[in-house]
């Protein structure tokens, strides 16, 4: 009787002990929040970086080009390839995705609206 109720206090002594430490791991590492957070400056840059990689994607299958032949047209090395070639939006500024574009031979224009 006594290896039971010992074996069950030390498990609830571990839960206790143990649980708020998953707690704060899990908000720590999954915050969600920070979504929420983005103001509307950052949804607009966003949303232009999203639709100047977009165009790079095209142009890059549209071409069948692979990673040395956009190190070389884009004149760039082989990790910001990857990045292109993953989109990794995040990785780039607006001014940089322009020039990368502008590289492909192609025009970027920006329209402006009122809200």
Request: neutral net charge.
């Given at each position: 009787?006594?290896?039971?109720?010992?074996?069950?206090?030390?498990?609830?002594?571990l839960f206790s002990i143990l649980t708020p430490c998953f707690i704060w791991i899990n908000?720590?590492?999954?915050?969600?929040?920070?979504?929420?957070?983005?103001?509307?400056?950052?949804?607009?840059?966003?949303?232009?970086?999203?639709?100047?990689?977009?165009?790079?994607?095209?142009?890059?299958?549209?071409?069948?080009?692979?990673?040395?032949?956009?190190?070389?047209?884009?004149?760039?090395?082989?990790?910001?390839?990857?990045?292109?070639?993953?989109?990794?939006?995040?990785?780039?500024?607006?001014?940089?995705?322009?020039?990368?574009?502008?590289?492909?031979?192609?025009?970027?224009?920006?329209?402006?609206?009122?809200?």
């Open positions: 009787m006594e290896k039971p109720l010992i074996a069950g206090v030390l498990i609830l002594v908000n720590r590492f999954n915050n969600y929040e920070e979504f929420n957070e983005l103001d509307e400056e950052a949804l607009v840059k966003l949303e232009m970086k999203k639709q100047l990689m977009q165009e790079l994607h095209h142009w890059i299958n549209g071409n069948n080009l692979d990673a040395r032949q956009i190190q070389k047209m884009l004149m760039v090395n082989p990790k910001r390839a990857a990045d292109i070639i993953y989109q990794r939006i995040d990785q780039f500024t607006v001014d940089s995705l322009t020039n990368f574009v502008l590289r492909t031979g192609k025009t970027v224009s920006v329209s402006i609206h009122e809200k």
